[in-house]
């Protein structure tokens, strides 16, 4: 099956038959979760217990979390580990497997098609100028971004799951 495939490719990419040992130093540093913004606000969030379920061979219980989602990829847990464990890109992976087993929760996907709109993840209200005209901030400009985002959107591959999505 593919994702037997993603998850030996992601074992491999960690350390190959050294996996079990990385991981479990990584779980047990605890660096990531001090430097990570999104646990400072959600202290639900904590790259190191997704660390140290995927030691545990977990693979089912972080995929099928949404908390897995938050992650901001700051990548400031892959600067700080001084294990150089690269918890961010781990994050990655994991989200691409949880992607292609459950899907993308569908805030996400809702964000996405509005990144491949206008370029922002959400539109331009009237509340929000007017706040912005309050606090003397310059009005933001509606700007054609549609060929440059077009061009991202292929690079990345993105543009075939907007496809999909936008057949359901």
Not at 22 to 37: A, N
Not at 52 to 75: K, P, Q, V
Request: charge should be positive.
């Amino acid at each position: 099956m593919e994702i037997e495939k993603d998850l030996e490719k992601l074992i491999e990419e960690i350390g190959g038959e050294d996996f079990q040992k990385k991981v479990q130093v990584c779980y047990q540093c605890g660096t990531c979760v001090g430097g990570c913004p999104v646990a400072w606000v959600n202290e639900n969030f904590n790259p190191r217990k997704i660390m140290l379920a995927l030691s545990r061979g977990e693979i089912d219980e972080i995929i099928n979390n949404d908390l897995l989602w938050f992650c901001c990829y700051c990548h400031t847990c892959l600067e700080r580990c001084p294990q150089k464990i690269p918890v961010s890109e781990i994050i990655v992976k994991l989200k691409n497997i949880a992607a292609k087993v459950r899907g993308i929760p569908e805030g996400y996907v809702n964000e996405l098609k509005m990144i491949a709109k206008t370029g922002r993840i959400s539109s331009i209200s009237s509340a929000t100028e007017r706040r912005r005209e309050q606090l003397n901030l310059p009005k933001l400009v509606q700007t054609s971004v549609e060929k440059d985002i077009k061009r991202i959107l292929k690079q990345t591959g993105t543009n075939l799951f907007l496809e999909k999505e936008i057949k359901k």
